[in-house]
């Protein structure tokens, strides 16, 4: 007897669940979080992805993590005898935004010398890209990475 009261249970739940009224899937989903155009095309386009030879003597690599949210950056620079970077690459862990500072990041760099480089500011990246406030901590390791490859 529990057995058939249990089904009858199972089925007028079911029944319940038919005839209640469906709200749309937008209305179920989370709102959605848009990106900036530019953050999108340099999170599906990045630039300058990869790494360049380490032993090198003129190749600078600098690895920085973001306890906050978990994002690993490693960015490399190649200078040439003059002091002018002639080639970036990074490789990132993270979120789209922390992909487009740093591929963003790449491309400001090449051709400016060590110390121009450095006057790059995380909110000269995070302005370019549009990041809202919430994503503005991915912009930030971006000096961090410069000067801790820069000044070994």
């Known amino acids: 007897m ?8 199972r089925r007028a739940a079911s029944a ?3 005839r209640s009224p469906r709200l ?33 003597k003129n190749v600078g690599t600098g690895l920085v993590g973001a ?4 994002d690993v950056m490693k960015l490399q620079i190649q200078v040439d005898e003059k002091g ?18 740093s591929s963003l990041a790449t491309e400001w760099v090449k051709g400016k010398t060590v110390e121009e480089a450095l006057t790059i500011k995380n909110t000269d990246i995070a302005k370019e890209l549009c990041l809202p ?3 503005l901590h991915c912009s930030k390791l971006f ?10």
């Open 84 to 101: 002018k970077i002639v080639d970036a690459r990074f490789k990132t862990f993270g979120c789209g935004s922390a992909i487009a500072s």
């Open 133 to 135: 406030p919430v994503k």
């Open 67 to 70: 306890p906050a949210c978990g």
């Open 24 to 56: 749309p899937a937008r209305e179920l989903s989370a709102p959605a979080r848009l990106y900036h155009k530019k953050v999108v095309d340099h999170y599906e386009n990045p630039r300058n992805v990869g790494s360049l030879d380490k032993t090198s």
């Open 143 to 152: 000096p961090a990475k410069e000067k801790t490859q820069l000044s070994a």
């Open 16 to 18: 319940l669940l038919l």
């Open 2 to 9: 529990a057995a058939a009261g249990a089904g009858r249970l």
